[in-house]
């Protein structure tokens, strides 16, 4: 059977999010199906927040390889758990593959349907981040999306250059890759020179304000 580019992103990306999700998992009291859960959740929650709102049925739903896939991420995961729990880049890694991965199938996808480019780019940055956030909500932490590290804001910028690419007739395999090598690349430099946006100031609390009444 014969896979187009655009399904052999979103299996990948399912894998490395799915395994991304059950590292997230490890030290936290999880048995092996919460673990799948986990990484299930990371991986499919996102695309299903786009179907959602493109008013399909979601992907997962039609076929049962984003299933099986995010088993066999456990499965390799519980047989290279001595190298894939302990190295403490792994999950960075698998991370931005697969938010670069998924970020470019939720824009194909949606230029399929027809969008314009802002909402696919919006379509984009929501299949990439939204898994993630439901398994930080789930391993009950600040989701990586609100913190001040480069997450959305590299999708929204590998979108752009999508459509750079896509406006110079690049062909659709290339322009995706290009698009999802910028977004993993702008990852990595942000980590390596610790480039994040300002945090948001804390508000002065009330018994401050009380003695500067005074």
Known sequence: MEIDFTTLIEIVGTFV????????????QIDWFGAYLIGLVTAIGGGTT?????DVKPFWMLDSKYLLTTGAALLATLIFKNKVITWGKTLFLFDSIGLGLFTIAGITKSMAAGWSFWVCIAMGTITGSIGGVIRDV???RVPLLLR?????????A???????????????SLREMIA?????????????????????????????DARNKE
């Open 50 to 54: 786009r179907d959602l709102l493109l």
């Open 148 to 156: 001040k590290d480069i997450y959305a804001l590299a999708c929204v």
């Open 180 to 208: 999802a090598l910028t977004i993993i690349v702008i990852r990595i430099i942000a980590l390596k020179f610790h480039i994040h946006l300002p945090v948001l100031p804390s508000a002065p609390s009330q018994s401050g």
């Open 17 to 28: 999010f799915a395994i991304s999700g059950i590292r997230s998992a490890s030290g936290k």
């Open 158 to 172: 590998g979108g752009v250059v999508y459509f750079i690419c896509y406006h110079f007739h690049l062909p659709a």
């Open 138 to 140: 789930l391993l009950n």
